[in-house]
C-alpha cells in the first residue's frame, strides 16, 4: 500500500536559515504529492503540490520537486521566517483509480527562532 | 465562505456516552472523509464517502459510524466512546478522491475519560 516517510523533528531553526524537510513515499501508479501545513490551534491547509514527475510545486516561498527516481518531495524554503512556526505533512493522493484519500507522514514540528 | 464546518470544537464524554461529530461542506464536494489525528500517528482515515448514500471504511474505522444522506453533511458518531478514542478529529472534503486538493475544517478536540 502507499506511505509517506518524513522526518518526524521538532526542527529548531533561526529566522532567515535555509529549511529543508525530507519526504520520501512509496506508491502505486503515479499518485499527486501534496504538503500541508497546521498553524496551532487549526486545521491543515495546503500549501503546495505536483501532480506529476518533475512538476514543482511553490508558494509563499516554499518549493517541492516531485522526484519520481527518488520517490521524494522535499519541502525547501530559501529564508524562514517566525510565522513558519507550524506542523507540515507530507501526503500523497490515492493512485490506482482508488478513492481513499490522501495518505499522510506524521508531521514534521518546525520551531523558528528570532 | 464557510468551506469546511465542524462542531463542535471541544468535547469531553465519559466512557461509554455516545456523541455526533457534525461536518458540512458548502463547496458542493462529492468526497468527505474523516481523520482522526494523534501524537506521533500523523492523520489516519476513519471513514469516507465518494457522495451522498456511500460510505466506506477507511485505516481505523473501529467504534465509529457514518452516514451521507446530503453531499452537504458527513457526521461521524461514536456509539459507545473508549478512552483510546480521544484525539483530534478533523473532517475535509475534495472534488474527488483521488488526486484532488482536500479542504480540512477546525477540527473537534475530543477527551474521553
Known amino acids: 500500500g502507499n506511505s509517506v516517510t518524513q522526518m518526524e523533528g521538532p526542527v529548531t531553526l533561526s529566522e532567515e536559515a535555509f529549511l529543508t524537510i525530507n519526504c520520501t513515499y512509496t506508491?502505486?501508479?503515479?499518485?499527486?504529492l501534496f504538503w500541508y501545513v497546521q498553524y496551532p490551534g487549526e486545521g491543515l491547509q495546503l500549501l503546495l503540490k505536483?501532480?506529476?514527475?518533475?512538476d514543482k510545486g511553490s508558494n509563499k516561498g516554499f518549493e517541492a520537486t516531485y522526484r519520481k527516481e527518488t520517490t521524494s518531495f522535499h519541502l525547501e524554503k530559501g529564508s524562514v521566517q517566525v510565522s513558519d512556526s507550524a506542523v507540515y505533512f507530507c501526503?500523497?493522493?490515492?493512485?490506482?483509480?482508488?478513492?481513499?484519500?490522501?495518505?499522510f507522514g506524521k508531521g514534521t514540528h518546525l520551531i523558528i527562532q528570532p | 465562505n464557510a468551506g469546511v464546518t465542524q462542531t463542535p470544537k471541544f468535547q469531553v464524554l465519559k466512557t461509554g456516552q455516545s456523541m455526533t461529530l457534525q461536518c458540512a461542506q458548502d463547496?458542493?464536494?462529492?468526497?468527505m472523509s474523516w481523520y482522526r489525528q494523534d501524537p506521533g500517528m500523523g492523520l489516519r482515515l476513519i471513514h469516507y464517502?465518494?457522495?451522498?448514500?456511500?460510505?466506506d471504511q477507511g485505516e481505523v474505522p473501529n467504534g465509529y459510524n457514518v452516514s451521507r444522506s446530503t453531499t452537504e453533511d458527513f457526521p461521524l458518531r461514536l456509539l459507545s466512546a473508549a478512552p483510546s478514542q480521544t484525539s483530534v478529529y478533523f473532517c475535509?472534503?475534495?472534488?474527488?478522491?483521488?488526486?484532488?486538493?482536500?479542504?480540512f475544517g477546525q477540527g473537534t478536540r475530543l477527551t474521553v475519560v
Open positions: 475535509a472534503s475534495s472534488l474527488t478522491g483521488e488526486n484532488t486538493e482536500a479542504f
Open positions: 506508491a502505486t501508479g503515479y499518485p499527486s
Open positions: 505536483a501532480t506529476k514527475a518533475d
Open positions: 501526503a500523497l493522493g490515492s493512485s490506482g483509480g482508488g478513492a481513499d484519500g490522501l495518505t
Open positions: 463547496m458542493n464536494h462529492e468526497y
Open positions: 464517502s465518494v457522495g451522498a448514500g456511500i460510505t
